[in-house]
């Protein structure tokens, strides 16, 4: 089955620091990757959502300027959190999408789980 | 604009309890509709999808059907176990928002 690779799974990382988030499609070519974030209450916010080769389209109140996101081919895409602050502290999880988004599942990444201190 | 609300947990069930998990959505058109699994300290998983009125998706004894007058795709399972313990999230296919997942735990 399609297999989504995230790394690292758990990174911590001092204030003022950037983070980089790899997600991969291992043997399927993803036309669209999604970046969420997964809240202690088990809740996941739909960050923003990347197309292989523009820019990605951020959800309202997410900070274009501190999560980076950048969907260099079909089969990565990167978050970047820039300048982190403990608020970033969370579980960050990538999902992509092969073929038509509105009747394909997603298939997830395992998460990232970023600490700053 | 389009939603998913979903039961609030958390659910503590028996084991070979029946299960029900409620989840309505407000959609244009008529999306498919999934339910994801996230077991512990594993990933999200798809756990079955429906992709038209009417459509039984089915999987692991796990049950939904696509009711378009109600606006539902309620999840079911007629007796659980305690390896059904996770969160559960239903999901609109034409949106990738999620609802706020339900936590279910079987108990022996």
């Known amino acids: 089955g399609a297999v989504v690779s995230q790394h690292p799974s758990r990174v911590i990382c001092k204030s003022g620091t950037s983070v980089k988030i790899e997600c991969r499609s291992l043997?399927?070519?993803?036309?669209?990757m999604f970046w969420y974030r997964q809240f202690p209450k088990k809740s996941l916010m739909l960050m923003a959502t990347?197309?292989?080769?523009?820019?990605?389209?951020?959800e309202q109140g997410v900070e274009k300027d501190k999560f980076l996101i950048n969907h260099a081919s079909l089969t990565l895409s990167t978050l970047t959190v820039t300048s982190a602050h403990p608020e970033d502290s969370s579980f960050y999880i990538c999902?992509?999408?092969?073929?038509?988004?509105?009747?394909?599942?997603?298939?997830f990444g395992n998460g990232t789980r970023l600490t700053v201190t | 604009g389009d939603s998913v609300t979903q039961m609030e947990g958390p659910v503590t069930l028996s084991e070979e309890a029946f299960l029900t998990i409620n989840c309505t959505y407000t959609?244009?058109?008529?999306?498919?509709l999934f339910w994801y699994v996230q077991y512990p300290g594993e990933g999200l998983q798809l756990l079955l999808k429906?992709?038209?009125?009417?459509d039984k998706g089915s999987n692991k004894g796990f049950e939904a059907t696509y009711r378009k007058e109600t606006t539902s795709f309620h999840l079911e399972k007629g007796s659980v176990q305690v390896s059904d313990s996770a969160v559960y999230f239903c999901?609109?296919?034409?949106?990738?928002?999620f609802g706020t997942g339900t936590s279910l735990t079987v108990i022996p």
């Open positions: 990347s197309n292989e080769g523009s820019k990605a389209t951020y």
């Open positions: 999901a609109l296919g034409n949106q990738f928002y």
């Open positions: 959609a244009t058109g008529y999306p498919s």
């Open positions: 999902s992509a999408v092969q073929g038509a988004p509105d009747n394909s599942p997603l298939h």
């Open positions: 429906a992709t038209k009125a009417d």
């Open positions: 043997d399927f070519q993803a036309t669209t």
